[in-house]
């Protein structure tokens, strides 16, 4: 059958039984499980010319397929969501190797035991090695933090030089910070896996859609409950009605084409820019990326390297180990990371977590909080940084309640 497209202009809103806004996995999840589960007609609306959302991929001019808005590697070791994944696609192995570029040596990222060889020779690393199992155990992940809490040198001595080779200036690029910015809770995240495991992930559950992101959302919106129109902003066709004229008044409902609709309203957009940022933007982090075409089967040793302590850009991905493509050309994607300034021509990929942005956010969704059939969901309508399993995941658990 495929997906059914609509332009807005021509729908008529009371055939609708719930609206969802963005067709990412949160909001393509919940519209197939009210539409397949709920039986309920869903209106999709999403502001691109695409659907997918961020996980959007197409055949460039070389025949490679790339990722326009990012690499995306699917791991979990939640089974479910993982499940119902593979409803929609084939699937294709694929276990994700990240390497530090350290100033022209490559370099597992995390640091492991093979990464301390690397970095202070096989004799030395062998020691340290000893010491951190003695001290945490083998095959564990332990933190910078945790190992400068120890009272020896040389632990401290390993978390220098993570700290300073793999994480800071990665850190500054990606998130526009000094050193002296970065937050405490950041650094505690940044791993030192005492393992010969060079695998970037070691979920449970790890692969590719085996025809690419686009084919696989295809295939979740083909359901005659589900019509999607593209090219529409909800800031657009929302008429928010207030309880009264005061800035901080929440919402007493939403009318779409003069209707009052009473049904489910899943929300994954920018909060804030649903209410044309009255308080002022949330902050994020955007990115840009510069795509290249070389003749030659390979240019990196693996999908992925980061660059830790050169270049401007924070990362390079070459497509052809992530989907499995055979070719005589490859295309790669560097990654430029800096400030979300205009929603026009950017996109918000990162929420910056801090209390006073917390806080922020928490303003606007008073708004909506008295209205009980609007539901925020994903990491731009709930200001927070998820994966895709847990997209999915907690898209399925909000179907639940919603198909009871």
Request: glycine residues 6%; hydrophobic residues 35%.
């Amino acid at each position: 059958m495929g997906v059914k497209y609509s332009s807005f202009a021509d729908v008529d809103i009371r055939a609708f039984d719930a609206v969802v806004v963005g067709c990412g996995f949160a909001g393509a999840t919940v519209a197939r499980e009210l539409a397949e589960r709920g039986g309920k007609n869903v209106l999709v609306i999403e502001k691109r010319a695409q659907i997918a959302g961020n996980m959007y991929d197409e055949f460039d001019d070389a025949g490679i397929l790339v990722h326009r808005y990012g690499p995306h590697i699917f791991h979990t070791n939640d089974k479910r969501a993982f499940d119902y994944i593979r409803r929609f696609t084939d699937w294709r192995d694929y276990e994700h190797v990240v390497l530090a570029d350290w100033y022209g040596t490559y370099m597992p990222v995390p640091f492991n035991k093979n990464s301390m060889e690397i970095a202070f020779g096989k004799e030395r690393a062998a020691h340290l090695t000893d010491k951190l199992i003695a001290t945490f155990g083998d095959e564990r992940k332990v933190t910078i933090n945790e190992l400068r809490e120890q009272d020896d040198p040389e632990l401290s001595e390993i978390a220098d030089f993570v700290y300073k080779n793999v994480f800071l200036y990665y850190t500054q690029k990606q998130w526009g910070l000094t050193p002296e910015e970065v937050d405490p809770s950041v650094t505690a995240r940044v791993p030192v896996f005492i393992s010969r495991d060079n695998r970037y992930f070691q979920d449970a559950y790890q692969g590719m859609p085996a025809n690419g992101y686009t084919a696989l959302f295809e295939r979740m919106l083909d359901h005659e409950g589900i019509v999607v129109c593209l090219n529409t902003e909800a800031e657009s066709v929302f008429d928010l009605r207030f309880f009264s004229d005061d800035e901080d008044a929440p919402l007493e409902s939403i009318f779409i084409k003069d209707r009052r609709f009473d049904g489910p309203i899943v929300y994954t957009g920018p909060l804030d820019e649903l209410f044309l940022s009255r308080f002022g933007r949330l902050p994020y982090r955007s990115l840009d990326f510069v795509y290249e075409t070389h003749d030659q089967k390979h240019v990196l040793p693996c999908g992925t390297v980061n660059f830790t302590v050169t270049e401007d850009y924070t990362r390079i991905t070459e497509f052809t180990y992530l989907t499995g493509q055979e070719s005589d050309k490859t295309s790669i994607m560097k990654e430029y990371s800096h400030s979300y300034d205009d929603p026009k021509t950017q996109i918000p990929y990162y929420a910056i977590l801090s209390e006073k942005n917390n806080a922020h956010y928490e303003r606007y969704r008073l708004l909506v909080s008295p209205l009980e059939n609007f539901y925020p969901l994903g990491r731009l309508a709930e200001y927070r940084y998820y994966n895709m399993d847990v997209i999915i995941g907690r898209a399925l658990a909000l179907a639940d309640t919603l198909v009871g």
